[in-house]
């Protein structure tokens, strides 16, 4: 254990007077750092000069799973260009986007950066086309099914630190597990009554049901929910217009009359609109017209860029490859083989805690998600490799 230095100062009362300017400064609806609350108390935080939901935003920055985002698809997967969209800018827009929207609305951006950052590192590798084919393996093996919020708690809170997990704040994981960002709603309110009972409550519930709609119980957790659309609507069309999926006349008259046609101009009018319409109110609002625009705009991209068969080419195959993965390190660890990747690159050094809560599937399940694309490539035997798609 590191001695403190006779010398060193205590900065801890920075931290009290930060917690007292928020007091004086934010919005009444605002998430005060002075109420996070951890799971396991901390007496070393107590000499720190940093406020609750910062210290979360370090841990999240500082996690293998933060680390691993620069690999990881966003939409297009096995695409050869250096312009398409990953899910580290993804995270990093939705963290700008959030941010920009609850220092207009007088809200804490700390906590809002907080979720921003980690509400994807659950993501597996190839986006949610990966998710679903994990899904079923989990499913197959009776193990729940898999849904990417739920694995983001499930990392920061059981796996990282070699199974200590972060200690994150309940306000930090709870809008993690609630940033559904594909769901559409003109209007969110959030639900305060909340404590690390309700948390395990709710993950329970939408591991039985991946389609329940949980709602963040911060204002702030409601800002990154809604911020995750906007980042992403209009980023994919560009990249689907960079991949020649589309072009931008096929865009709905409709929502380019109110939205505009290129993403920053989306970004700009969505952003402005939150911000007009949730002003002094007990939620956050889009106006209808922009909120039909927008939901408009989703269908167009479900329709023709998320389903449209030019980007699922080797999916059946993909799916035979998670399936070969899992069974493959699922074998490895009943029949102990200390020498596979699932040993030497995930379970050694873990803390016992860790395997002594997980049977093997669950284990198996929390490596293959947290791979990148390219680990996940790099494990399959070479002539069962896909080949990368030839972009513009």
Known sequence: MTRERSDEKD??????????QEGQILDERATLSARGLRRHAEPRLARDYRQAFAVDVD??????????????????YLVENDHITHRVLHVQLVSKVSRTIGRFLGLNEDLIEAIALGHD????????????????????????????????????????????GWNLCLQTLDGILCHDGEIHEQSLEPHPEKDFKVLTDEMAAKMADPRLNLVPMTHEG????????ISYIGRDIEDAIRLGLIVREDLPPNCTRVLGNTNGTMVYRLVTDVIQNSRGTAGLAFSPRVSAALKELKDFNLQRIYLNPRIKQ??????????????RYL??????????????HFLRDMAPRYREAHQPAEIVR???????????????????RPRPIAAP
């Open 11 to 20: 900065l801890s009362p920075l931290r009290g007077l930060l917690d007292h």
């Open 331 to 344: 074998n490895d660890i009943r029949r102990d083989n200390r020498d596979s990747p699932i040993f030497v």
């Open 366 to 384: 929390d490596f293959i998600a947290g791979m990148t694309d390219r680990y996940f490539i790099q494990q399959i035997p070479a002539g069962m």
């Open 314 to 327: 080797g999916l059946q195959d993909m799916g035979s490859l998670f399936e070969y993965l899992f069974r």
């Open 222 to 229: 409601c800002v990154v929910r809604m911020a995750d659309t």
């Open 59 to 76: 841990r999240i920055l500082n996690s293998l799973a933060y680390t691993r985002y620069i690999d990881k698809t966003q939409v297009f």
């Open 121 to 164: 590192i659950g993501h597996v590798p190839f986006g949610h086309d990966g998710e679903r084919h994990l899904a079923e393996i989990c499913r197959q093996v009776g193990i729940g099914t898999f849904v990417h919020n739920l694995q983001s708690i499930q990392f920061l809170d059981q796996v990282e630190r070699k199974g200590r």
